[in-house]
């Protein structure tokens, strides 16, 4: 059987960002795939280092929309750690706040991603307008829908109120039984069941292999959360489960994004019925004394590493940023051998790559 070659991208309706694909067939079977990289690419480790760690804050803030707010987190709680800060306890109850609405306007944005690649326009509809309820919320706190500049060295520059907290804790629980309603139509729609159940599925040694972290990671029953592992923000005051599956394919990895969503509305349901008084943030000093240091938070796609390194001045020495999302792009390849040209689109879809994280 004689082969040849599709490309997909960098410009492509199955990418939301622009990569490229070369995949070689024969029939409808994909024997092999190239993966190129490097269309986004904007050097930020690299700025980083030529400006103020208060600069900072709003140009890591840039190295993914949707994750923009755990990716300032982080890096704050790197600088803060160097700096010998102390965040306010409602300040870090805010900045947990903010990091659940956001991993539940990833999940969603990615159902409706998925299910719009796969044909399913009615999923797509519904889940991009539930997450319009997570957008409000946060649009009415920060005044941005996706980028927030919520946080800042030494806390948060935002806060809620008593008349928003009743608000947004009747949004949540509506939210949460509109995100119940879209699971059991995904659960009970057959045709779904057939596109997703038994592809691009990967073992929890595969997982391990490639250093993949996040839903991925759980779905292949890989059970690692940085959230209970290595608890921050004070997460280990929160009730919570951590969502895994033992499938390891599309289907387990939308099912445990989906379950996912409630525990971080969950959460967020707990902080508004338990913020405590105070401040928000403290006065932290322009430099920062020498030394360095490694942070870990979990991002909608899984952790998420900084690497801060100090020389005392008012810049640092070094960022380097780790973002989830490499390598699940790097095993693209092995889940895409063997597969059908139709199954392409799950599969691809199915790992949820960011390519403003990957490019950086």
Same mark, same amino acid.
């Given at each position: 059987?004689?082969?040849?070659?599709?490309?997909?991208?960098?410009?492509?309706?199955?990418?939301?960002?622009?990569?490229?694909?070369?995949?070689?067939?024969?029939?409808?079977?994909?024997?092999?795939?190239?993966?190129?990289?490097?269309?986004?690419? *904007?050097?930020?480790?690299?700025?980083?280092?030529?400006?103020?760690?208060?600069?900072?804050?709003?140009?890591?803030?840039?190295?993914?929309?949707?994750?923009?707010?755990?990716?300032?987190?982080?890096? &704050?709680?790197?600088?803060?750690?160097?700096?010998?800060?102390?965040?306010?306890?409602?300040?870090?109850?805010?900045?947990?706040?903010? &990091?659940?609405?956001? *991993?539940?306007?990833?999940?969603?944005?990615?159902?409706?991603?998925?299910?719009?690649?796969?044909?399913?326009?009615?999923?797509?509809?519904?889940?991009?307008?539930?997450?319009?309820?997570?957008?409000?919320?946060?649009?009415?706190?920060?005044?941005?829908?996706?980028?927030?500049?919520?946080?800042?060295?030494?806390?948060?520059?935002?806060?809620?109120?008593?008349?928003?907290?009743?608000?947004?804790?009747?949004?949540?629980?509506?939210?949460?039984?509109?995100?119940?309603?879209?699971?059991?139509?995904?659960?009970?729609?057959?045709?779904?069941?057939?596109?997703?159940?038994?592809?691009?599925?990967?073992?929890?040694?595969?997982?391990?292999?490639?250093?993949?972290?996040?839903?991925?990671?759980?779905?292949?029953?890989?059970?690692?959360?940085?959230?209970?592992?290595?608890?921050?923000?004070?997460?280990?005051?929160?009730?919570?489960?951590?969502?895994? *599956?033992?499938?390891?394919?599309?289907?387990?990895?939308?099912?445990?994004?989906?379950?996912?969503?409630?525990?971080?509305?969950?959460?967020?349901?707990?902080?508004?019925?338990?913020?405590?008084?105070?401040?928000?943030?403290?006065?932290?000093?322009?430099?920062?004394?020498?030394?360095?240091?490694?942070?870990?938070?979990?991002?909608?796609?899984?952790?998420?590493?900084?690497?801060?390194?100090?020389?005392?001045?008012? *810049?640092?020495?070094?960022?380097?940023?780790?973002?989830?999302?490499?390598?699940?792009?790097?095993?693209?390849?092995?889940?895409?051998?063997?597969?059908?040209?139709?199954?392409?689109?799950?599969?691809?879809?199915?790992?949820?790559?960011?390519?403003? &994280?990957?490019?950086?």
């Amino acid at each position: 059987m004689s082969r040849f070659t599709v490309p997909i991208g960098p410009q492509h309706p199955l990418l939301k960002e622009p990569l490229s694909f070369q995949l070689t067939l024969e029939g409808e079977e994909v024997v092999d795939s190239v993966i190129r990289l490097g269309y986004v690419h *904007r050097g930020i480790e690299r700025l980083s280092e030529k400006r103020t760690y208060i600069q900072n804050v709003h140009l890591v803030e840039r190295v993914c929309g949707i994750c923009s707010h755990v990716h300032t987190t982080t890096y &704050c709680m790197g600088v803060e750690s160097l700096a010998g800060v102390t965040v306010p306890v409602r300040g870090l109850y805010l900045r947990t706040f903010f &990091c659940e609405l956001e *991993r539940i306007h990833s999940h969603l944005l990615w159902l409706g991603v998925l299910a719009k690649n796969l044909g399913f326009d009615t999923v797509f509809m519904y889940a991009w307008r539930d997450r319009e309820i997570v957008l409000d919320i946060m649009e009415e706190l920060s005044g941005g829908r996706v980028s927030h500049a919520a946080n800042v060295i030494g806390g948060v520059r935002v806060d809620i109120n008593d008349s928003q907290r009743k608000t947004m804790t009747v949004s949540l629980k509506s939210l949460s039984q509109k995100i119940t309603d879209l699971r059991n139509i995904v659960e009970h729609e057959t045709n779904f069941h057939a596109r997703t159940r038994d592809i691009g599925t990967l073992t929890a040694e595969q997982i391990r292999q490639y250093c993949i972290v996040g839903p991925i990671a759980r779905a292949s029953n890989v059970d690692v959360d940085m959230r209970r592992d290595v608890p921050y923000n004070l997460y280990e005051k929160f009730d919570f489960s951590v969502i895994t *599956r033992s499938e390891g394919d599309v289907w387990a990895r939308t099912t445990l994004r989906i379950q996912e969503a409630q525990e971080s509305i969950k959460i967020c349901l707990q902080i508004l019925d338990s913020l405590p008084p105070g401040a928000v943030a403290v006065r932290a000093k322009r430099r920062v004394p020498p030394g360095e240091v490694i942070c870990r938070s979990e991002a909608p796609r899984g952790e998420l590493l900084y690497y801060i390194q100090s020389d005392g001045s008012d *810049r640092p020495a070094r960022i380097k940023i780790r973002t989830p999302t490499l390598p699940s792009l790097a095993i693209l390849p092995d889940l895409l051998r063997g597969i059908n040209m139709a199954d392409v689109s799950a599969v691809v879809s199915g790992v949820d790559l960011c390519i403003a &994280c990957v490019d950086r």
